[in-house]
């Protein structure tokens, strides 16, 4: 018997249980934490899908170049035909004044509201779990901390005993 399955089969059936939950939450913080990272970054998206557009005009502006309407309508439509080929959604940037356009990835926002909702399922199932197994939690974690006793004092190892009279 390895030392992992000796340690598995030594601990209680709710701590078992609660490590899975928490291992379930772990997971879920990183989910939550790459779709912040997504939504916090999804300018970029917006600044990606424009930039042959958005060169175009300021090239006109600084007048680098002058106005071809007939390059200027290829670059809306091929601006467009992204947003249709990558699912984009084009949306009103209150923020910034009327008639600004902001390219968006729903998947980002879904994602988001997703991950949160989850999180929050997870948290809302620990902490229920605590409440109601945290009598069984209480009373495996102190025979544990006597299994950890006798096998120092049968150890006839002073300092294994000083740990764990130390954690114990």
Known sequence: MTVATEERDSEGVATSQLAKIDRA????KTRLSRARFAARHEIETAADVARPL???GHAVAVKRRAPDPEEARRLTLELL???ETEGLLLEVARSHGRGLLFA???RVQVELADAERAKTEIVNRRRDFLTEHGDALKAEADASD???MRDALASDDPARVREALATG
């Open 81 to 83: 035909e992204r947003v």
């Open 25 to 28: 939450l772990a997971e879920t």
């Open 54 to 56: 958005d060169q175009y």
């Open 104 to 106: 968006r990835d729903p």
């Open 146 to 148: 006597m299994r950890e």
